[in-house]
Nanobody
Framework: QVQLVESGGGLVQAGGSLRLSCVVS????????MGWYRQAPGKQRELIAA???????NYANSVKGRFTISRDNAKYTVYLHMTSLKPEDTAVYYC???????????????????WGQGTQVTVSS
């Protein structure tokens, strides 16, 4: 059974922090780099961060230095620690497998057969 369950979103003031978590089924997690995506209203889904099975990371310029992606291979969980949040970070955040070199690009939702429900992050000014 495919599982992608995101959590940890919420409403936060600009400058605040949040930590997102995503529990992933082993069929996806074990074989792939994992990524966090976000989609704001009226915009395409963007891959903003990725981490390989070995722990190498890659970030979009818009989040570099503020967000940290990590993974716990024992718990099949990927995390996104977000600091210095800005109103423009407001979006629904999703996790999924990722092409490491496509960080910063828009990704069609049809790229993957399964997506979780996402978690809403809202940053107020």
């Amino acid at each position: 059974q495919v599982q992608l369950v995101e959590s940890g979103g919420g409403l936060v003031q600009a400058g605040g922090s949040l930590r997102l978590s995503c529990v992933v089924s082993t069929s996806i997690f074990s074989m792939n780099a994992m990524g966090w995506y976000r989609q704001a209203p009226g915009k395409q889904r963007e891959l903003i961060a990725a981490v390989t099975t070995g722990g190498s990371t890659n970030y979009a310029n818009s989040v570099k230095g503020r967000f940290t992606i990590s993974r716990d291979n024992a718990k099949y969980t990927v995390y996104l620690h977000m600091t210095s949040l800005k109103p423009e970070d407001t979006a629904v955040y999703y996790c999924n497998a990722a092409f490491f070199g496509r960080v910063g690009l828009n990704i069609s939702p049809r790229t993957y057969d399964y997506w979780g429900q996402g978690t809403q992050v809202t940053v107020s000014s």
